[in-house]
Nanobody, 116 residues
């Protein structure tokens, strides 16, 4: 059973930066897409970044230009570089991997708190 483990969350002041990592416990073959989601208290989980098997990335307007998703296939690791953080970025951040056959994996989440 593959496990995804996020790290890198924490408390940061507005305007600061954090880099989240998502490490897979073993190689995941035939990946279709890898994503980062977040969920703030009382809100629905929302997509913040995605990268497909071809390397194309996509971001919602709320984080575009501030967040960057990347991956290191050799290390089985997904990253999310977050700059110019705002208090509204405060949430639990989850990584997600989907394989071509539809099988999906979720990490356990890492808390990001941005103080004003």
């Amino acid at each position: 059973q593959v496990q995804l483990v996020e790290s890198g969350g924490g408390l940061v002041q507005a305007g600061g930066s954090l880099r989240l990592s998502c490490a897979a416990s073993s190689i995941i073959p035939n990946i279709s897409v890898m994503r980062w989601y977040r969920q703030a208290p009382g809100k629905e989980r929302e997509l913040v970044a995605s990268i497909d098997r071809g390397g194309s990335t996509n971001y919602p307007n709320s984080v575009k230009g501030r967040f960057t998703i990347s991956r290191d296939n050799a290390r089985n690791t997904l990253y999310l570089e977050m700059n110019s953080l705002k208090p509204e970025d405060t949430a639990v951040y989850y990584c997600y991997v989907q394989r071509l056959m539809g099988l999906t994996y979720w990490g356990q989440g890492t808390q990001v708190t941005v103080s004003s």
